[in-house]
């Protein structure tokens, strides 16, 4: 029988805590369970962040009602479910082409019945970017109008790469991202983690806010969902050989990253 450590629950086993907000961990915590069947793992739902209303959100709507855009980019699954309840309510009106920014999104959209006739080859702002078709391309006299429904903690990426390329984009903050407030016996749950899913920035802000300890001085590995939350992390200070994320975002990617994150646990165990 394995010795018990910091690592480990008081049943030996790993902990690993899914921080998306409330109710949103359901896809990652499903294919875990067959992912890390190999391992002896608890898995704990201590969510980091919660979703409230933007500023701008009163104005998706109008703008979808009253004004004509060649593109609606959406890059996340909150921003899908926001567009599809604006939608709902003017669902007479043609839905401009959607461009979703992986796949992730794209089936949350399609599983709100609304079609999606973009995805980049890589989940990222960045590719979205660079690959996202120019509409009027040869035409001069006409520029390609783009609506972008947005987390108000989204950085400038998208707009400004596109805004470079000569796109028009009309930016609406329709949804933010706050850290969650755990309760004491959350924060008592917290403490036997050992490996933290983070699925944005904002959830590895909401893990340290809450455990009030620094990056620097963070015991946990931190498994990301791609390289924006390891980003995140490594500016946030953790260490770099505790951090690990899929080339390619995604649930399956992140499933991986856990397990290579519970493997570096046990093998850290077997060193101490």
Known sequence: ?????????????????????????????????STLADFDVTIEEIPCIA????????????????????????????????LATAWNCNSARKMPAVAAVGKATQA???????????????????????????????????????????????????QNGLS????????????????????????????????????????VKGWLQNTDITGEDQKVFAACIGETSAKACREFGFSQSNIFCPDQPGIPGWAVAVKEAVESAELALKRS
Not at 169 to 194: F, G, P
């Open 164 to 203: 470079k390329r000569g796109f028009n984009v009309t930016r609406l903050n329709t949804y933010d991202t706050v850290v969650a407030t755990w309760s004491q016996a959350q924060k008592e749950r917290s403490k036997h983690a050992i490996i933290a899913c983070f699925g944005s920035p904002s959830a």
């Open 51 to 82: 979703h409230a209303d933007g500023d701008d959100l009163p104005r998706l709507t109008s703008h979808l009602v009253n004004e004509s855009f060649d593109y609606v980019t959406v890059t996340s699954p909150e921003a899908a479910r926001v």
């Open 108 to 158: 949350t959209l399609e599983s709100l019945n609304i079609p999606v006739d973009f995805c980049p080859s890589k989940a990222t702002a960045e590719t979205l970017v660079t690959e996202l078709p120019d509409v009027y391309a040869h035409e001069n006299s006409r520029t390609t109008k783009v609506l972008y429904p947005a987390s108000a903690k989204a950085m400038p990426t998208l």
């Open 1 to 33: 029988m394995r010795k018990t450590s910091h690592l480990f629950n008081n049943e030996n086993k790993v902990v690993v805590a899914l921080t998306r907000e409330e109710g949103k961990n359901e896809k990652l915590s499903k294919m875990l369970k």
